[in-house]
DNA sequence: GGGCGCTTTGTGAAATCGCACAAAGTCACC
DNA sequence: GGTGACTTTGTGCGATTTCACAAAGCGCCC
């Protein structure tokens, strides 16, 4: 079944597809381009000029042109390729700036794992040319199993140790840098865990898409990775080593911002990221900061609008620590009690009127206005709520105190509702 | 050596030292006056009208006044009691209200107890009588040293019963009211746990004084106590079981205010209480709550000067937590951090400054006041920190991660320092 | 010593606030 | 159905605050 070795050019180990191209390419005369079942480049000749607009287009991009794909598809050209063990040849479609190609699928046990095309520049390939043709075709689908699978290998060595740090599995950090080396990892001075929240399970495709969006903003390098559930687990560091922190972190929270509205070539999600850390044996810590800017940004979510690092929360990531304190504590805010008593009795809004008034940091005018009362209605209003609550507005300890246990009543009912 | 029963009509076990006053009473025909040896009243027959202003004053005041006492002493009256085992005809002394006594020492092992005083109202007694009230003295020591037996025990065992309450040695309810039984010892409904801090250890006499201090207040009754160095534990509770709640918080609050100042005839000490508890399960998370009055008025005085009740705290019983997790996080905030190297690097007063003006509920006039400074000059600095620290001073949340901020710190270097 | 930036203090106009007062609506209670 | 307490909205005025601008002092660097 075999062929012979010394006829065949291809019956060897190559380095990478690159190779692989470049080999084809100078066995056959021809610039070579590689493509996955996506139509996703993956490896080219470079030696040779000659080239048409498609195939320059196709390199720049790093993927075959919609319109090229769309035209080929609809000449047929994809399906032939896809039912046939030989070699084909397709003729040019101008429109797309497609000049003629000879191309074959590359197959691995009846599935096709890419295409290989050739693009005949001048000269017209003969029998033992096609032969070999096909011959590359063999060695190209060799070495993208190798490929997958090493990739799978280190992807999933990658993800181990991804978990093995979330879970802080190490201890310290000399095994953690010892690991990293081992699989060929560079970890990044300072880095920061990001939380991507999706609407439902993130699936692989989805978790690469994920990465590729990430990897694209130019600034944030994906470094780890992982899926649990609905939420992705990004280790983000700054693609350039030597950036400014303040720089990244404002490009890192631009780009988050985006992505979480949906603007990035997706669907809006919750982003929450951590502060930056420097000692890898911390990242449990990282990790659940990510994950308290996601919940507080779910409980606050009008308060917290503009938060994505941790430290960003300001009080907010004191106020779960303050709720269990309050809920262990036999008493509650005294005037908080009176007045929602008073509220209750008397169908009123003191309670609420108090909690805008503090919100909008004593201002009577934007209260009112967000309120909709007229300004003296606030005036009576708090002058009621000073009274029945036995409260000092111009005490700022008073208010604190007053503006913490609402935060945190309202984290209770919503933690428990 | 023992009188034989018949002709001693004290040889008798009494009640109480109240019933042996009267049987002397009937016995001898006179009023009785039975003193401790710090001429506190002890107990007296009450049958007989006639009696002297000294005694009235006795009696009243339950202690001998000062000037009789200083009157006997100056006499040499005292002393002979003291030195004599037989009874003493003390004369009479007009200025202080003083009609002659029959006296004679209660003894006990060589050590006075306290004394006997009897009036021999118009007539004189006899050897007989004079025998009779030896006995009667020989009685009065016997109980006396029965009764301080037994109060010894009992307030030992109030006292243990304290500590175990203090540890949470009792896991549940039910125990705890049980013990309480078996001691006779009725648990008020309602009560709170004060914690007294003197300058220094606190023995049993000084102790007993602010027992006695805290009753004579007519509000407040210690349930139980407890000294640990030179902190006195006191369980306290409404003098009046049915009294409000409310009505009753005030009184104690003011009255331990005024010991708190040393305006209750002894010296100024730092005074804590916790909420009202009815649980007594949770009398070691009440006594926490005390002493975690006492922690805070020590690192907070100025701004914790009217609080007593752990309630009373308000947001400050948060701020050990605050601190603990601030210390647990790898950043600090930027805005202080940026705020501090400004004010290092020019020698400026930005951070004082802010904290001024947040402490001051964000009034320019009262905080330009505070710092000595024109309101122009809180005006021009209040820019220049917003712009330094990235912060919005109309921005109640970032005012408010800022002060607790602030205030973490504080304690956080307070506790170190 | 002069320039420059930072800081403080002073001044005045504009905006805002606090408050008194009035009118009218709501609701419970007699 | 009337009464009175509570609430809302409106008007107006004096006091206060805010803010922009100017002047002057201070310290640093060339």
Redesign the pocket.
């Known amino acids: 079944m075999t062929e012979p070795t010394e006829n065949n050019p291809f019956a060897q180990s190559f380095d990478s597809l690159e190779t692989l191209a470049e080999t084809i390419n100078e066995v056959l005369g021809c610039p070579v381009t590689i493509e996955d079942a996506g139509h996703r480049l993956l490896a080219y000749s470079a030696h040779d000029p000659h080239t048409d607009s498609a195939r320059l287009a196709t390199i720049v991009g790093r993927r075959v042109p919609e319109n090229v794909i769309a035209s080929l598809r609809r000449d047929g050209v994809i399906q032939r390729l896809a039912d046939s063990l030989e070699p084909i040849r397709v003729p040019a479609i101008d429109e797309v700036g497609f000049s003629g190609r000879l191309a074959i699928a590359i197959r691995h046990k009846d599935a096709v794992l890419g295409y290989l095309w050739l693009l005949e520049s001048g000269k017209t390939l003969g029998g033992r040319e096609l032969a070999l043709f096909k011959q590359a075709a063999r060695a190209a689908a060799d070495k993208m199993v190798r490929l997958q699978s090493a990739r799978r290998k280190s992807r999933e060595g990658l993800r181990d140790f991804m978990w093995m740090l979330l879970h802080g599995q190490f201890g310290s950090e000399a095994p953690i840098r010892d690991k990293a080396e081992q699989l060929g990892l560079a970890l990044p001075a300072e880095w920061h865990v990001v939380v991507v929240q999706a609407a439902g399970a993130i699936d692989e495709r989805a978790e690469q898409r994920l990465l590729d969006r990430v990897s694209a903003s130019r600034s944030v390098r994906p470094v780890l990775h992982a899926v649990d559930r609905a939420q992705a687990i990004l280790l983000c560091a700054p693609q350039l080593a030597g950036a400014d922190r303040r720089a990244y972190a404002r490009e890192a929270q631009a780009f988050f911002a985006r992505l979480a509205r949906g603007e990035e070539d997706g669907v809006p999600a919750a982003v929450g990221s951590s502060a930056f850390g420097q000692s890898y044996a911390e990242t449990p810590a990282r990790h659940r900061e990510a994950l308290a800017v996601l919940q507080t940004k779910r409980l606050f979510p009008r308060e917290t609008e503009r938060a994505f690092y941790y430290p960003d929360l300001g009080y907010y990531r004191f106020l779960p620590a303050i709720a269990a304190q309050s809920r262990a504590e036999v008493f509650r805010n005294e005037s908080l009690v009176r007045l929602r008593a008073?509220d209750r009795e008397?169908?009123?809004?003191?309670l609420s009127?108090l909690a805008t008034f503090l919100a909008h940091d004593s201002?009577?005018?934007?209260a009112?206005e967000a309120?909709?009362?007229?300004?003296?209605?606030?005036?009576?209003?708090?002058?009621?709520i000073a009274e029945i609550g036995g409260i000092d507005l111009?005490d700022m300890d008073q208010k604190v105190s007053l503006y913490l246990a609402l935060k945190a009543e309202r984290l209770a009912t919503d933690q428990k509702g």
Chains 1, 2 share one sequence.
């Open positions: 008073y008397h169908d009123a809004n003191l009127t201002n009577a005018k934007t009112a309120l909709h009362v007229h300004s003296n209605t606030l005036s009576y209003r708090l002058k009621r111009t």
